[in-house]
């Protein structure tokens, strides 16, 4: 099945600081998500993109389906930004199988 | 109005006993999954039903049954907790499946089980 791995495993940054998170994949895709789960355990639904770029906030996203990887950039950090972001993928043809990497553990210090 | 919502939030039980967690979406969506977070945060699909049919069922134990009584409903069962069952289990839901186009996934607030 479809391999999905994020880094960085864990990243601490200063309120204000930018950052990147990288998820690789191992197959083509047809459905590529970013979530949040924040302190309280709360999945949140970032981004739904198997391909381009969104945007929405201080958040963006970019999906290169060719070369199997996905980036969310999360801009002028915020402490409500800590928690795991998780990146998950659904193969073409594949089973609906939603598969989750392992997480990016993020802590923004005040 | 919550989309997808889950009862309970909090479960904490004996080992041995039998529990059932329910799930609700009132989104319109044909298909409803189950997930589970271990320890370490790992998320992985259980089961996955469209319009009340059973389509993925990963190799968990039998006894956990789920039960989709309507397509806005599924329901997990589980019989005979044991230790290990203690996780976090997530109801989600989707517009359709099968179709080839993919689509975004809703997460319900999540189940916290522990056994004891």
């Known amino acids: 099945g479809i391999q999905v791995e994020q880094s960085p495993p864990d990243l601490i940054l200063q309120e204000g600081a930018n950052s990147t998170l990288r998820c690789n994949f191992s197959?083509?895709?047809?459905?590529l998500q970013w979530f949040h789960q924040n302190p309280w355990g709360q999945l949140i639904n970032l981004f739904y993109?198997?391909?381009g770029t969104k945007q929405n906030g201080r958040l963006s996203a970019t999906t290169v389906a060719t070369e199997r990887y996905s980036l969310l950039y999360i801009s002028s950090s915020q402490t409500t930004d800590s928690g795991v972001y998780f990146c998950?993928?659904?193969?073409?043809?594949?089973?609906?199988?939603?598969?989750f990497g392992k997480g990016t553990k993020l802590t923004v210090n005040p | 109005d919550t989309a997808v919502s889950q009862t309970p939030k909090y479960l904490v039980t004996q080992m041995g006993n039998d529990k059932s967690i329910k799930c609700e979406q009132n989104l319109g969506h044909d298909t409803m999954y189950w997930y589970k977070q271990d320890s370490k945060k790992f998320l992985k699909i259980m089961f996955s039903?469209?319009?009340?049919?059973?389509?993925i069922n990963e190799t968990v134990p039998n006894r956990f049954s789920p039960k989709s009584p309507d397509k806005a409903h599924l329901n997990l069962h589980i019989n005979s907790l044991e230790l290990g069952d203690s996780a976090v289990y997530f109801c989600?839901?989707?517009?359709?499946?099968?179709?080839?186009?993919?689509?975004?996934?809703?997460f319900g607030p999540g189940t916290r089980l522990l056994v004891l």
């Open positions: 993109i198997p391909s």
């Open positions: 989600a839901s989707s517009p359709k499946i099968g179709q080839g186009a993919g689509e975004t996934q809703y």
């Open positions: 039903y469209n319009n009340k049919e059973l389509i």
């Open positions: 197959d083509s895709v047809n459905n």
């Open positions: 998950a993928a659904i193969t073409q043809g594949g089973s609906e199988k939603l598969v």
